[in-house]
């Protein structure tokens, strides 16, 4: 994507994405645990027949990750490829595409449960951004074990930019990130609740309606 901000921010997304998917459970048959890519999912035909294809995630803004469910509960192999220098998608232009076009799918992808978006948010900032901020305000020991803690955080986030194909000084940027990942958050249940429903394309799609294809 253009700009350092937002492939900053897809490399904690990245990470944010695996903690909550677990993907590498997904070749796993005992595992519930699937996985799916909106840039690009490889399914056979008879296997996409077979689930019923999109008309069974059908009013599912997050039909990508859904895809990947209903074709793991049907039984068939799943995994993931990691596709570095192979293939590329842009995923949006700016950080206002990025917040609106979020806003769609993230409430989706908690099965529209207000707990557990809001558990999201308070998970990110006691987790991603108080562990920075405590290094403002501490000293002695505590200091000690919240500098650990974001050394320990940063070799993640380093680590995960690294194997996304981006320089792992974009971990530098992660509590700016998931700060802004959790106003996202924040921002899309407001505006989901308040309007009833997600607009996409020019459409309107209420929440009611939304709710029942619960897959």
């Avoid at 937002?6 to 048959?29: E, I, Q, S």
């Avoid at 290094?135 to 194997?163: K, M, P, S």
């Avoid at 997600?198 to 619960?214: E, H």
């Amino acid at each position: 994507m253009p700009g350092l901000l937002l492939n900053m921010f897809a490399v904690a997304f990245g990470l944010f994405f695996g903690m909550f998917t677990r993907p590498w459970k997904a070749r796993d048959p005992d595992s519930r645990c699937h996985i799916g890519i909106g840039a690009f999912n490889l399914v056979r035909a008879s296997a996409y027949r077979q689930v019923g294809g999109h008309r069974t995630i059908a009013l599912r803004p997050d039909d990508d990750l859904k895809l990947g469910k209903i074709i793991k509960k049907a039984g068939f192999r799943q995994d993931l490829v990691f596709g570095v220098n192979l293939i590329k998608v842009e995923w949006y232009p700016s950080v206002g595409e990025l917040i609106h076009g979020l806003e769609k799918n993230i409430f989706a992808g908690t099965d529209y449960r207000i707990w557990l978006a809001l558990s999201g948010v308070v998970f990110h900032l006691a987790a991603s951004i108080w562990p920075y901020l405590a290094l403002l305000i501490t000293d002695g020991v505590t200091w000690v074990v919240y500098a650990a803690a974001v050394g320990v955080i940063t070799f993640i986030v380093a680590d995960g930019a690294r194997l996304q194909g981006f320089s792992p000084w974009y971990a530098l940027g992660f509590p700016l990130t998931a700060g802004l990942f959790s106003y996202i958050i924040v921002r899309t249940l407001i505006c989901n609740l308040g309007k009833g429903g997600i607009t996409w394309r020019g459409t309107f799609y209420p929440l009611s309606a939304l709710r029942k294809n619960k897959v």
